[in-house]
């Protein structure tokens, strides 16, 4: 190791005649200047080693930057910087000082290191902080990033510490943060545009809005764990984001402007400020991979939900509603359930296969039709008021575990209990009507003061296995058109009243010619209201306009292959 002191006359970086020493630094070597110093220009790759340090302490001259230097340890700025084609790389542990000078050129912190600011530091260029892994922490003072700021190439890296890095100068720059960002961070422009791009890795500091215009595009904003947005100043002065992601805590000091909310993992939001004022966005979007609860603080409103993984299961807690005013869509087997209501308020879709277990009441003015398959369960369905077209998308309605309906007042295509969980409870609190019902594999119980009316009723057993269709007593059930029901003699399905004794009414208002029934119970079912029901084996007991055939064939138009 040695010094090299830049010479008065001063000169490329790569000359002899440049340095006191009549030496051009190597790696290792510190670099120092002294008040009479001249100018020095980093003018080829040669700048480009690892010096020990590059202390400037009482120059006045200039250094101009036209390639890289690389310093692994202490820097000191003075006198005066100009050229913009370099770079300024710092890849160890260091103290920086800038003593108030603006660094033009673009500035680099690399490494897995700890660097303190002694002062504020201002870049023209871009500034590029980690890497790929590893922690980098920076402490101290403020980081002014005059154009850009890019933040590492893979979340593994973690960018942490004091130090405050703040957007500011008057020309358009942009931010990158693929890495994990954990310093506070302020954006106060005076001018030009600050843009973004990809997704921006925040987390643990504040990100605060000051001045300036910032251009979000596209790019999504993850705030993980304890985050603070203070992205507001009032009068139309705020970020709009594209889309915030969150997990944890995220503390609104002021409102946070979003077109798309997502959910990542368990979280909640504290703090004095909304989500677009009144808690609302345009797109909800629902994207955890593993169990998660979000405390919900306040009522909400969505314009789309958006059930995004195959597989998750998200808790809304909390005792507030979830009103969505267009599209339910989701591909998968996500569960959504919780305390949270949700209410349907709009003109759209509801289109996912995803498992909504949370009472929903469907309450619009507008129209929501339905997709091919829409699941619900365990909660309650409501229906309260608007048009649901069940029919344009052919429906279906999957129910497979207890769940009450309230839902007189509209009409369902296809209703599936398939596969209910043993002993699963339907409570029909009002009336229930369908063009189709079917009860695959399991044993259903239907309770409640509501009866259904439905135009097909099917039901089939699972092998190795008895079912039970229940009906409640007082009641009056109906098929209109077509009703099958096959079971073994081994394994039969056994219609049966809620009570002993008691009977349920079971009415059956299609021909002869729509019936099949085989190996079917029937015990206190009166069925009397309608045409007599006809089945090939089974065991009766207490029912009325029924009747029993024992023979290999079905009577009359029966057809049945063992």
């Known amino acids: 190791m040695a010094t090299r002191t830049i010479s008065n006359a001063g000169g490329n970086f790569n000359a002899t005649g440049t340095w006191v020493e009549g030496v051009v630094p190597v790696a290792g070597d510190a670099v ?15 700048g ?3 010096l020990l340090s590059f202390i400037l302490t009482g120059y006045i001259s200039t250094v101009t930057w036209n390639s890289t230097l690389t310093v692994a340890g202490n820097v000191t700025l003075a006198g005066t910087m ?14 920086l000082v800038s ?11 690399s490494g897995i290191n700890t660097k303190s600011l002694t002062d504020a530091w201002f870049v023209d260029g871009l500034v590029t902080v980690g890497g790929a892994v590893g922690t980098q922490t920076i402490n101290g003072s403020t980081l002014n990033c005059n154009t850009s700021l890019t933040a590492g190439t893979a979340t593994t890296h973690i960018v942490t510490g004091t130090a405050l890095f703040q957007f500011s100068g008057s020309v358009d720059g942009t931010w990158i943060s693929t890495a994990t960002f954990k310093c506070d961070l302020t954006i106060n422009k005076s001018g030009g545009t600050l843009s973004s791009s990809g997704i921006i890795n925040y987390n643990t500091g504040t990100l605060t809005y000051t001045a300036g215009t910032v251009n979000m595009g596209t790019s999504l904003v993850l705030c993980i764990l304890a985050t603070t947005l203070d992205t507001d100043r009032g009068g139309g002065n705020y970020i709009a984001f594209y889309e915030i992601g969150f997990l944890g805590t995220t503390t609104l000091t002021t409102d946070l402007y979003t077109t798309t909310l997502r959910l990542v993992g368990t979280g909640t939001f504290a703090g004095a400020g909304k989500v677009n004022g009144n808690w609302s966005v345009t797109n909800l979007r629902i994207l955890p991979t593993t169990t998660t609860v979000w405390t919900m603080t306040n009522n909400w409103s969505c314009v789309n939900l958006i059930l995004t993984p195959a597989t998750f299961q998200l808790t809304l807690s909390g005792a507030f509603s979830l009103t969505i005013t267009g599209d339910i869509t989701g591909v998968g087997s996500g569960v959504l359930l919780g305390a949270a209501g949700l209410i349907y308020a709009g003109t759209g879709t509801w289109n996912a296969t995803n498992v909504i277990r949370n009472n929903f009441n469907i309450n619009t003015a507008g129209t929501l039709t339905l997709g091919a398959d829409v699941t619900y369960n365990t909660g309650t369905l409501t229906y ?12 279906r309605l999957d129910i497979a575990a207890n769940t ?6 509209m009409s369902w295509n296809i209703i599936d209990f398939s596969p209910l969980l ?5 409570t029909l609190t009002s009336n229930l009507s369908a063009v189709t019902m079917n009860i695959w594999h399991y044993t259903a119980i239907f309770a409640g003061a509501g009866v259904w009316t439905v135009d097909n009723f099917n039901m089939s057993i699972a092998f190795a296995a008895s079912h039970i269709l229940q009906l409640s007593i007082g009641n009056e059930y109906t098929v209109n058109v077509s009703i099958t029901i096959i079971s073994l003699a081994d394994y039969p399905i056994l219609i049966k009243s809620s009570v002993g004794g008691t009977k349920a009414k079971l009415t059956y208002n299609g021909t002869s010619n729509n019936q099949r029934l085989i190996e079917v119970d029937a015990t206190d079912i009166d069925s009397s209201d309608g045409n007599k029901l006809w089945t090939l084996g089974g065991t009766l007991s207490g ?20």
């Open 32 to 46: 120092v200047a002294t008040a009479t110093s001249g100018q020095l220009t980093i003018n080829v790759a040669s």
């Open 48 to 50: 480009g080693v690892g």
């Open 82 to 95: 100009a050229g913009t084609a370099g770079t300024l790389i710092i890849n160890a542990a260091a103290t």
């Open 99 to 109: 003593n108030a000078v603006v660094l033009t050129c673009k500035l680099t912190l």
């Open 384 to 395: 309260t008021a608007g048009t649901v077209d069940a029919m344009t998308n052919n429906s």
């Open 404 to 409: 009450t309906l309230n839902t007189d007042g």
């Open 422 to 426: 043993a002993g699963s409870t339907i």
């Open 543 to 562: 029912s009325l306009n029924w009747d029993v055939s024992n023979a290999r064939v079905a009577p009359k138009n029966y057809v049945h292959v063992y």
